[in-house]
Nanobody
Framework: EVQLVQSGGGLVQAGGSLRLSCAVSGFTFDDYTIGWFRQAPGKEREGVACISSSDGVTYYADSVKGRFAISRDNGRKEVYLKMNSLKPEDTAVYYC????????????????????????????WGQGTQVTVSS
């Protein structure tokens, strides 16, 4: 059974930091690209960060570039999202997700902008974690 189990998140003041974790089981970790998405109330789901399994190259949404860092531990089968300099607009439910691909798709330089057709390829999702940033 494929499982993505998230942990971390919570409430933090603006300027603070949080780390999200995503523990993966049930599939060959090295064959899957892992991404983080978020969705705020009344807004569309937004791709935040992606890490390729083939070479560990990372990509980010412009809105988080320089503040967030995605990483993966292939031995532990875990992916992390370290979020620094958090802003109230980062408030959302965050999801980790896996796609059968060894590279991130829809990248433009270091920017990641997953298209809807790409998002459909993410078949496995974590349960979601609330991140709330107070001003």
């Amino acid at each position: 059974e494929v499982q993505l189990v998230q942990s971390g998140g919570g409430l933090v003041q603006a300027g603070g930091s949080l780390r999200l974790s995503c523990a993966v089981s049930g599939f060959t970790f090295d064959d899957y690209t892992i991404g983080w998405f978020r969705q705020a109330p009344g807004k569309e789901r937004e791709g935040v960060a992606c890490i390729s399994s083939s070479d560990g190259v990372t990509y980010y949404a412009d809105s988080v570039k320089g503040r967030f860092a995605i990483s993966r531990d292939n031995g532990r089968k875990e992916v992390y999202l370290k979020m620094n300099s958090l802003k109230p607009e980062d408030t959302a439910v965050y999801y980790c997700t896996a796609m059968t691909s060894r590279v991130c798709v829809n990248t433009y330089g270091s920017t990641w902008v997953p298209r809807p057709i790409t998002i459909e390829r993410y078949k496995y999702w974590g349960q979601g974690t609330q991140v709330t940033v107070s001003s």
